[in-house]
């Protein structure tokens, strides 16, 4: 994938080491707007993650090189050579296509921040290759914002969307600043730090890939981890009814139909649950509870009709239904989805939300290698020592996953939809294990 090029005004990344302007304020003309509501929500993920950024002072060009992002971010179009870079998509044949957005990325280091910091940035933009009078979609003024910036949370992209933009050719004035914050959030009175001003040049790009794109998003790695996650869990399925003495034709046909149902339940699922979107249905994002629902359902009432035993289906689903989530969630963390809180911490990974990119809890990854772990001991179970009756190794690895998924859920940097959803389901989770426990045991015995 190409890379933009980029005109910094500064010639460094910037970062939050320093200067203070005088009495605390910038000179005129540097003065980020202050942000409306209306305003402000511009700068604002539906996920409310505008308090998940990062944040640092300005470093002379003497002092701080361009460092570049990491590998993966030069994959996804971030080239990193400046403080402020535009989105680009290198498929020029969606160029011609209607809408446009004009999307910015801009740059800087958070690791010589001095306390918590809220950061704004403005962002002026007007189209070069206008003819006459400029319309509205020809200029625009936008500020994004994020707080809790921390020392330690390294480099930090915070990515802005210009929607309604008109197609062509933009130059775009990035203005930024970082204010203190209480521990709460608050801004406190005092001097602002003033960051790198940073000017580039680039094109708008098509709407629907400007939303999805950012530096460490890959467009298309989800869809394609998770169709292969699907495929290898058929497979792994197959093999294990076959051992089992089932009939295969009959399992791959319901795993097929199953693996339909359940990605439309997916769908379902989540706009059901993120009612606020105004998304269409075949765009919206697919949530794994509607899978799981859809999908068990196609196998057991299909194994009711093709008079299977229900619970042995089940039971080599299980580690399938594992696999193809290990294998997906990969996908999630290369897509942007389901992104862990920023982390000051050694073991936090740079990745992004789609809006800020930054030092992360990679709590996708941990998610995939929990599900791996079991769905291995899961096939193990089957092929070496089936637990009696049927459904149980179902059961078991089906609340084994779902206690380690709501553990793993408060290090997402996504709020939780409902107050006690979560506590209710590791309570009937992990009943239902050690439940799944003792009747194996006294089977065993027995």
């Known amino acids: ?18 200067t203070k302007t005088k009495h605390g304020r910038l000179p005129p003309g540097r003065q980020p707007a202050r942000t409306s509501n209306a305003t ?25 090189a361009a460092l570049d ?39 800087f280091d958070a690791d010589d921040a001095k306390g918590t910091h809220e950061v704004s940035v403005t962002f002026t933009g007007r189209r070069m290759d206008v003819i006459g009078v400029p319309s509205p979609g020809d200029v625009f003024h936008v500020v994004g914002t994020m707080g809790g910036v921390k020392p330690g949370m390294g480099r930090v992209a915070l990515t802005q969307r210009v929607a309604g933009a008109n197609p062509g050719r933009w130059k775009v004035d990035a203005v930024a600043a970082a204010t203190p914050t209480t521990s709460g959030g608050a801004v406190r009175p ?25 530096p460490r998003v890959i467009l298309g790695v989800w ?29 791959m046909l319901l795993a097929l139909v199953a693996s339909l149902v359940g990605l439309a339940g997916a769908k379902v699922y989540y706009r059901l649950t993120h009612l606020s979107e105004k998304k269409g249905l075949l765009v919206t994002g697919a949530s ?30 299980t580690p399938a239904l594992l696999l193809g989530q290990a294998i997906g969630r990969v996908g999630c963390f290369f897509g942007g989805c389901c992104a862990g809180l920023p982390t000051t911490s050694k073991w936090g990974l740079w990745s992004s939300d789609r809006r800020i990119g930054i030092k992360r809890v990679p709590v996708q990854l941990m998610e995939s290698g929990s599900a791996l772990i079991l769905a291995l001991v899961s096939t193990a179970l089957i092929l070496l020592a089936m637990p009696t009756p049927r459904g149980l190794v179902f059961i078991g690895g089906l609340s084994a996953y779902l206690i380690v998924r709501q553990l793993l859920f408060p290090l997402r940097g996504v709020p939780r939809k409902t107050t006690h959803g979560r506590v209710i389901t590791l309570a009937l989770a992990s009943a239902a294990l050690i439940a799944t426990g003792v009747a194996a045991f006294l089977n065993l015995l027995g």
């Open 69 to 107: 992002p990491p590998t993966v971010a030069k994959a996804s179009g971030a080239a990193g050579a400046g403080a402020l870079e535009f989105v680009t998509f290198p498929w020029k044949t969606l160029a011609a296509l209607d809408p446009h957005d004009v999307a910015l990325s801009y740059w």
């Open 190 to 214: 005092g001097a602002q730090t003033r960051l790198t001003q940073a000017t580039a040049t680039g094109m708008s790009i098509y709407a629907p890939v400007a939303r999805q794109r950012a």
């Open 40 to 64: 402000r929500q511009i700068g604002r993920t539906s996920d409310s993650n505008a308090r998940t950024g990062l944040l640092t002072a300005v470093r002379s060009g003497a002092q701080t």
């Open 223 to 251: 869809p394609a981890l998770v169709g292969l996650g699907a495929i290898a869990g058929v497979a792994l399925q197959l093999l294990l009814a076959r051992a089992e003495g089932l009939p295969w034709t009959h399992i």
């Open 288 to 317: 794994l509870q509607g899978f799981v629902i859809g999908a068990i359902a196609v196998l057991t009432l299909g194994s009711l009709l093709w008079r299977l035993p229900v619970g042995a289906v089940l039971d080599v689903t």
């Open 1 to 18: 994938m190409d890379s933009p090029r980029t005109f910094d005004t500064s010639g460094a990344r910037p970062s939050i080491a320093a």
